[in-house]
């Protein structure tokens, strides 16, 4: 039977929960296929049944690669690993997650094995023998569909927009270990440096507030944090603010920053330039809050709402509280 | 030490960009053509490396169709030593195939360290820097926030989702540029005239059609008009009420 294969990813010891967003849409295209789903899970020596709750999603088997040197990501290790599964599997597709980890280590799988790659995908079906795939171009400018053909197709699924789908409650996977090959690398992982684990990276969070140059100044990104502290969002920031330095370029949306497409994104003292548009127009929901109407985005906004950012925020954040109170 | 880098011609973040009759590319008619922003950051670097390390060259090569000798020509007014247009007028939607086209055209010679940036910003598909990586046999550093190069290896700072990892890899290799590596120059009036004058060198390269191609290119869904709730912190009440009742978001 032909084989999807799904590749997952661990932070913190767990499975991300973009890794059962590939697994149950690697399930849809299995079935489509007439296919079965293996989740392959790459972690280093630590406990690793969690895998098991993949069958929920649809897999029917967990191939676990667990070594020492797989305990943080290092992309030539991971393609080995990679490589190992499908060649151990007969996969004839291969999902990845576009996250940091999927974007680097796809293309190097792609590329060893000569298969077409559809990155950051925000649709993905088979049909007639191939996956087409939807992608925003120009950062959501223009909507692209892309054919795929060969023996060997992969493509990597933007986080956060495919459902994770509990097919089978409870349902427990066979866990089967990866025969791995001698990792080796020329590179070599020096140290790892991760943020504060608290910290909600803007790909990951379902609520944003967006803060502009009408922020006036990095010190009253405070009001902003403390909102979406409440709502368990995070805070995203325009070129503009980043240029600054008053944010960090990791919070950064729009065409030369993150594309992010949560719930919720609420846009305080921003324009909404076209550059900005691109990289959040995906949001299911979008306010703007800004004293000039004649912003573009007070065009665009679902909810908008024209007042003083500095009286306005405190006020929102207590009728917040008391809603979540 | 010789340095490549691969930079590609992207239209303006500026622009507007709309599909074409053919529904499969983009209309150009009236489009500015820029360096891809994270191009400009591998440039940089490269010529930050030239000016701290004597006898450094700096080869910047790009692939894609004619106005592509622009890109080069502003990489030229930057400092770089030599570039080269591998011309084709190819779609160049296929990532592998525009490694696999890059790769072949390198193949007779030989660098130390290649720098691109880790994204065009038109098909955002991160592709292209760790293909190129892969099918030379090279390491390959993605992402990159801090770049530190010796005479036989690299030190290099990548941002992931989760913070950030230290690498360090023997030369030959890739890596790919991020924002936050450094800021980059803008050219002399001196290299802009020198650059004004250059006749670009190309050379015709052949691109794979490849297993991946773009069948429909459509605008994006249209939002539906949105409401205006009010003025000042009296509307906040009825957003949140909105938020919570009507959108059910919050």
């Given at each position: 039977m032909p084989m999807v294969l799904a590749v997952?990813?661990?932070?913190?010891?767990?499975?991300?929960?973009?890794?059962?967003?590939?697994?149950?849409?690697?399930?849809?295209?299995?079935?489509?296929?007439g296919a079965e789903v293996t989740a392959l899970m790459m972690t280093g020596p630590a406990n690793a049944e969690e895998g098991a709750s993949l069958g929920s999603c649809g897999a029917s088997q967990v191939l676990l690669a667990r070594a020492t040197l797989l305990e943080n990501y290092h992309g030539e290790l991971y393609r080995q690993a990679?490589?190992?599964?499908?060649?151990?599997?007969?996969?004839?597709?291969?999902?990845?997650?576009?996250?940091?980890?999927g974007r680097d280590l796809a293309p190097r799988v792609a590329a060893a094995r000569g298969a077409a790659l559809a990155s950051d995908c925000t649709g993905?079906?088979?049909?007639?023998?191939?996956?087409?795939?939807q992608k925003p171009l120009y950062a959501g400018k223009v909507m692209a569909e892309l054919t795929l053909t060969g023996p060997l197709q992969m493509a990597s699924l933007r986080p956060n927009l495919f459902p994770v789908r509990d097919l089978f409650p409870g349902q427990n996977a066979a866990i089967v270990p990866l025969e791995l090959p001698?990792?080796?690398?020329?590179?070599?992982?020096?140290?790892?440096?991760?943020?504060?684990?608290?910290?909600?990276?803007?790909?990951?969070?379902?609520?944003?507030?967006?803060?502009?140059?009408?922020?006036?100044?990095?010190?009253?990104?405070g009001l902003l944090e403390e909102i979406a502290a409440l709502l368990g969002g995070a805070v995203a920031a325009t070129r503009a603010v980043v240029d600054s330095g008053w944010r960090p370029h990791r919070d950064q949306v729009g065409q030369t920053g993150k594309v992010v497409s949560p719930n919720l994104y609420i846009m305080c003292g921003a324009s909404g330039s076209i550059q900005h548009w691109a990289g959040m127009s995906g949001s299911r929901c979008i306010v703007a809050i800004n004293k000039d109407p004649n912003a573009p985005i007070m065009q665009r906004a679902d909810y908008r709402l024209i007042g003083d950012l500095f009286e306005v925020l405190p006020v929102l954040k207590e009728e917040i509280a008391r809603l979540r109170g | 030490m010789k340095i490549l880098v691969l930079i590609k011609q992207v239209p303006d973040t500026e622009a507007a960009?709309?599909?074409a009759a053919d529904q499969i590319s983009v209309a150009e008619a009236g489009v500015k053509f820029i360096i891809n922003p994270y191009d400009e950051y591998a440039l940089e670097e490269a010529l930050r490396i030239k000016e701290a390390r004597p006898g450094t060259t700096v080869k910047a090569v790009t692939l894609g169709?004619?106005?592509?000798?622009?890109?080069?020509?502003?990489?030229?007014?930057?400092?770089?030593?030599?570039v080269l247009l591998l011309k084709t007028e190819s779609p160049l939607a296929d990532g592998l195939a525009t490694a696999r086209a890059l790769a072949a055209a390198l193949a007779g010679d030989s660098f130390d360290l290649i720098l691109t940036g880790k994204?065009?910003?038109?098909?955002?598909?991160?592709?292209?820097?760790?293909?190129?990586?892969?099918?030379l046999g090279l390491a390959c550093l993605t992402v990159v926030t801090r770049l530190t190069v010796a005479e036989e290896n690299l030190t290099a700072e990548c941002e992931t989702d989760a913070g950030l990892a230290l690498f360090t890899a023997p030369l030959p290799a890739v890596v790919t540029c991020q924002k936050g590596l450094n800021e980059p120059r803008y050219p002399s009036i001196r290299g802009k005239m020198a650059a004004m004058k250059m006749v670009i060198p190309e050379q015709s390269a052949a691109v794979d059609p490849g297993l991946l191609r773009i069948t429909r290119l459509t605008p994006p869904p249209a939002r539906?008009?949105?409401?205006?709730?009010?003025?000042?912190?009296?509307?906040v009440p009825e957003l949140v009420k909105l938020l919570h009742t009507e959108a059910k978001v919050l």
């Open positions: 997952t990813e661990m932070q913190d010891g767990r499975l991300r929960k973009t890794s059962r967003e590939v697994v149950s849409q690697a399930r849809q295209i299995a079935d489509a296929m990679v490589l190992a599964a499908i060649a151990q599997t007969d996969a004839t597709v291969v999902l990845f997650p576009a996250t940091s980890m993905l079906t088979w049909q007639e023998g191939g996956l087409i795939a001698a990792l080796t690398a020329k590179a070599v992982l020096q140290e790892v440096r991760r943020r504060d684990a608290s910290h909600l990276d803007v790909s990951d969070a379902e609520i944003i507030l967006c803060g502009g140059r009408g922020m006036r100044g990095p010190d009253n990104f | 960009i709309k599909p169709p004619a106005h592509s000798a622009e890109a080069l020509r502003s990489a030229a007014a930057m400092g770089v030593d030599e994204e065009s910003i038109d098909d955002g598909n991160m592709q292209v820097g760790p293909m190129v990586a892969e099918l539906a008009g949105g409401k205006l709730v009010g003025e000042g912190s009296t509307a």
